[in-house]
């Protein structure tokens, strides 16, 4: 082995290079790892993945730096927290308030009811995920910061019976 690939190597932990968004085999593995469980020491990722700690260290802040891993987060069930009535509401804002799409759905994500805000292409533009104590609450969510509102043509509720997470993405 040259004096090159050996160097490679002790950087890579022997990984070898992809096209795919400039990841290779132990970014992936580590971003997988990371998935299941965010809160893994650093030297059992390094173990699971086959690489040593340093290593392991260096790639994960080198993943944080370019912005391929964007936070670590708690998993609170949120009926546990008195909010065990959850809804997918789907929002089609009127054709002239489209300019202020952006600013609509940022100020709905700062609602204490809403977990996820999706900006949508299609005939909604905003898919809202939210979690309220009971039925009481989600009408008065709807009401008060979506129909009551001048920009919203229109409103779908569904109401959530379970969520499933997915742990892992194609990496």
Do not use: W
Request: aromatic residues 4%; charged residues 25%; neutral net charge.
């Amino acid at each position: 082995m040259s004096d090159d690939r050996s160097s490679h190597d002790a950087l890579t932990g022997g990984a070898r290079r992809s096209t795919f968004g400039g990841l290779d085999d132990l970014d992936r593995a580590l971003l997988r790892e990371l998935e299941r469980d965010g809160r893994i020491s650093n030297k059992d990722l390094a173990e699971r993945v086959g690489v040593a700690p340093s290593t392991c260290h260096t790639r994960v802040a080198a993943l944080r730096t370019r912005g391929v891993l964007r936070g670590f987060h708690a998993d609170v069930d949120p009926e546990a927290v008195g909010r065990g009535l959850q809804a997918v509401i789907a929002v089609r804002l009127q054709a002239g308030a489209r300019p202020q799409l952006g600013a609509f759905a940022h100020a709905l994500a700062a609602r204490p009811e809403v977990r996820d805000v999706y900006l949508l292409g299609g005939s909604e533009d905003i898919l809202l995920h939210v979690a309220v104590h009971d039925s009481r609450a989600l009408r008065a969510f709807v009401v008060e910061h979506l129909s009551a509102r001048r920009e919203v043509a229109h409103t779908q509720t569904s109401l959530v019976f379970e969520h499933l997470h997915a742990p892992t993405t194609a990496v």
